[in-house]
């Protein structure tokens, strides 16, 4: 029992210190990152755009991340990848709130921003995955707490985006210069002493080391023997990741075009993030006695029902309204997927090549969906002057995700079922 409560808080400090990262990386790019790192003598949106797609990049290098971490889980061990992944993280992270800006050096700033962004998101392709197959690993199959802890594992993706937003509303409340300057470098400093309790978790437990003959040609390899799982594993991921990324950014670009303020914004998110952690374990409940493709779906159809209505509270501009559309539609429709995604995933693929095969999965998702969706966003708002587009888009992303959910795939006894 003391393994499996250290492996729970090994799980949840990592993801609490991914997503912190990240959730401090989305709210400062249209915050701090495209007013202080980039030229201010190009429109106002395509610097957002800028902004936007450098932030992009991070997702661009997690599957190679998820390939290098995954294939140094499966061979040494999955707690040795983790040590790095974390360590990784947390330094690019607390580097950034170190940067000197456009005004000092010039486009320097953005590279070495650029740089940053491209370790911190590769180190995460590896986190995820190898964090969810350690507590996975040190429960029970059979336990009944299994869907609960694994739910709760995913509630350290919330509760890191919460500290991440709720400290940028927090520093956004100093005087504008004050923020600009130094205020915001504080949040990203903040990463290290989650950085060294993590390590330290993750170095306190001990667990079968992994010794195989592959190579990482051969571990990539047999990823081929398992395409539906792969891409099945893609197309789930598409409206999980693509959702919460398109209302955490975009969301908060679209709040500002709508003249709502940084701080209402922030607070919204930070709200809706708080209900989405809480609701997380409440959903894994549910799935130990509703099938995880019903609770799954049920997200799916959430964030397609929501999205008209989260664009219209946002739109009306007052506090209340913004703080109410943020909120339902996370712990709606984020809260249920993410809950269960870890079980699905895993069941996708086989033991030998599970590390290798849920990172890769997971990741290319995050690509096709949570690095392109606030872009893809940005340019059908600029282009058309309306959310009818992104709308549409989110119905795609639903579509696919349905499809990737229930399509028929002949498996093995031991993995067949995503239920």
């Not at 869907?147 to 594992?153: G, I, K, P, R, T």
């Not at 799954?296 to 964030?303: E, K, Q």
């Amino acid at each position: 029992m003391h393994k499996t409560k250290v492996a729970l808080a090994s799980a949840m400090i990592g993801n609490i210190v991914e997503w912190y990262d990240f959730s401090l990386y989305a709210s400062a790019t249209p915050l701090v990152f495209s007013r202080m790192f980039f030229s201010q003598k190009h429109d106002p949106f395509f610097i957002q755009v800028e902004a936007i797609a450098l932030f992009g990049t991070g997702f661009l290098v997690r599957p190679g991340g998820g390939m290098l971490f995954g294939y140094i889980g499966d061979r040494y061990g999955h707690l040795v990848s983790l040590r790095w992944t974390l360590f990784l993280i947390g330094v690019a992270t607390a580097l950034i709130g170190i940067l000197p800006t456009y005004a000092q050096i010039g486009v320097s700033a953005p590279l070495l921003l650029l740089l940053l962004r491209l370790i911190q998101g590769g180190a995460a392709g590896g986190e995820w995955a190898g964090s969810v197959l350690v507590l996975g690993g040190a429960i029970q199959t059979n336990s009944k707490s299994r869907h609960l802890m694994l739910a709760l594992s995913q509630s350290g993706v919330a509760l890191g985006m919460v500290l991440g937003t709720g400290a940028m509303w927090l520093l956004r409340q100093l005087p504008e210069e004050e923020f600009l300057s130094w205020g915001w470098r504080i949040a990203f400093l903040a990463t290290l002493p989650f950085v060294v309790l993590g390590i330290f978790l993750r170095s306190s437990l001990t667990a079968a080391p992994v010794r195989t003959h592959a190579s990482p040609v051969s571990s990539f390899r047999a990823l081929f023997c398992e395409p539906v799982a792969i891409l099945r594993g893609i197309g789930v991921r598409l409206s999980e990741n693509g959702g919460i990324y398109l209302i955490s950014v975009f969301g908060l670009a679209y709040g500002r075009s709508c003249h709502v303020s940084d701080s209402i914004l922030l607070a919204a998110v930070t709200c809706g993030l708080a209900v989405d952690g809480l609701m997380m374990p409440i959903f894994g409940w549910l799935s130990s006695r509703w099938d995880h493709s019903r609770i799954y779906l049920f997200g799916i159809v959430a964030l397609a029902v929501l999205i008209v209505p989260f664009f219209s509270l946002v739109a009306a501009g007052q506090p209340t309204s913004v703080i109410l559309a943020f909120a339902f539609i996370m712990m709606l429709a984020h809260a249920p997927m993410i809950a269960v995604e870890p079980h699905l995933l895993e069941k996708l693929f086989p033991a030998h090549c599970r590390y290798s095969g849920i990172a890769v999965s997971h990741e290319f998702g995050s690509i096709i969906a949570g690095g392109v969706s606030p872009l893809l966003a940005a340019f059908l708002y600029h282009e058309t002057g309306s959310v009818n587009g992104v709308i549409v888009y989110v119905f795609l992303l639903a579509i696919c995700s349905a499809a990737a959910l229930y399509w028929p795939a002949k498996r093995s006894k031991d993995h067949s079922s995503l239920s």
